[in-house]
């Protein structure tokens, strides 16, 4: 019930929206942005800088992993039940420091691939924010010139008439060529899809 009044409310804001307004358009915005020539250059920097920073995360875990390889062998060294008192607590100490080692190691690993990922995420926010900028610059170049009061997202539109869509008057102003009519994107590197850097899962000592 709650969010049917929701909907409610927000159908009846949009009416008084638009009752005030005599010339209405809508807008695939998420069309424009597919379309849009920064996506597929964005997109391109974007898997660059991840390759390099899997890269990285690649000779972390090596190094981790060889750390936890060495403090393995030194502590099983020190469990030797031959070793007299003396090599015992020197093989205890080694296996103590290299414990530490890889302790340290582990967090900063951990700390510098946190640090990519935020990277990686202002980085897309940044470019998406360029884009969506230049888009709205045109739509409301395009809106003054044809006396549009209101343009609305055909995403978050119940229904509109064919002919208030814009998208395709808004692409030939950014000198983009319509897609294609199944709706799918003409350049498969124009889509922006990004996978993020994944954790290398730095290894720790039990």
Request: hydrophobic letters at 40%; aromatic letters at 2%; proline letters at 4%.
């Amino acid at each position: 019930m709650k969010q049917i009044g929701i909907w409610t409310a927000c159908a009846c804001l949009c009416a008084a929206v638009v009752a005030h307004a005599q010339n209405v358009a809508v807008v695939d915005m998420e069309e424009l942005i597919r379309q849009h020539p920064n996506t597929a250059s964005d997109k391109k920097l974007l898997d660059s800088t991840v390759k390099d920073f899997r890269g990285d995360n690649d000779d972390l875990r090596q190094k981790l992993e060889t750390l936890q390889e060495n403090f393995e062998k030194i502590r099983k060294e020190a469990q030797d039940p031959a070793l007299s008192d003396k090599a015992r607590k020197a093989a205890e100490e080694r296996a103590i420091k290299a414990r530490d080692e890889l302790l340290t190691a582990d967090r900063t690993a951990r700390e510098k691939m946190q640090s990519r990922q935020e990277q990686l995420s202002e980085m897309q926010s940044r470019m998406l924010k360029k884009t969506i900028g230049e888009i709205r610059e045109v739509v409301g170049k395009y809106a003054e010139d044809k006396k549009i009061q209101l343009v609305l997202p055909a995403g978050q539109v119940v229904f509109s008439e064919k002919t208030l869509d814009i998208t395709e008057a808004i692409l030939k102003q950014l000198n983009i060529p319509s897609p294609v009519k199944d709706g799918k994107v003409k350049d498969e590197a124009a889509k922006p899809a990004l996978a993020p850097v994944k954790d290398a899962a730095p290894v720790t000592p039990k």
